[in-house]
Structure formats: C-alpha cells, structure tokens
C-alpha cells in the first residue's frame, strides 16, 4: 500500500513537467517548500532528478521555478538559499546537460543579476537616508 502511494505521488510530481511551464504555477511551489521545515526542504531538493530519463526535464523546471521566482521578487532570501543548494546538489548533473539547460541558465544568471542590482539600489537608497539623517541630528 505504501509503495501504491509513492509511486502516485511519483507521477503527480511529474505531471507538472508535461505541461507548459509558463501555464504552471510555481507560486505554489513557494508556499509548498515555505511550509516545510529545514531538512524535508533539503530532502526535496536531493530528490529532484534522481531518475535519468527524466532529470533534463526535471532540472529545467526547477531553474524555470527559480528564474520565475526571482523575477517576481518574491522571498528573495529563501528563493537564494534554495537555489544554493540546488546548484550545490546538483551542479554535476546540470554541467552534464548544459547544452540543453543553458538557455535557462542564462535567463536565471541574468534575472537573477537584474533583482540583485534592485536590491543594491535599495540598499544604497537606504544608506544615504540613514546617513543624511545621522548628519542631521549631530
């Protein structure tokens, strides 16, 4: 019984893969790994592509998930550390397919360059008033 449900959720899992990324919603992927705790996190990023005849697809919707989530601007910190370990984890099989992965690899490296020049803009922004402020009261 327990193996019957695996592999259910094996194929749910999967399904999303099959469909069109731009139609799914990798919203719900947020929510779903922001309501795990730390080491199931970590566990869900080590079983992404574990099977070889589908981890191309598998690690291209992933990187499709992180490039929709920085561009949204959403949990910029959680959304880092998860694609830390990702890469971490999954460095090695990445290179393997980069001549297939590497479109989206450069759509994340440069959304990805664009959300952190924002953030240092901000951060910038925020400096300068904290420093016209102090100057003000001394």
Partial sequence: DDDDEEEEED???KEPSSSSSSSFDFG???LYLKGL???RIDAEMRGLAGDPRTE???LAL???YFESAVRHRQDFEFVNALLALFLKVHSDTIAAHSATLSKKLKALRKTQKAAWRDLESQFHY???MVNSFSGIQQ
């Fill in 56 to 58: 191309q697809q598998e």
């Fill in 62 to 64: 992933a990187l499709e």
């Fill in 37 to 39: 705790g730390p080491s």
């Fill in 28 to 30: 719900s992927v947020s």
């Fill in 126 to 128: 925020a400096l300068c």
């Fill in 11 to 13: 194929e749910d899992s």
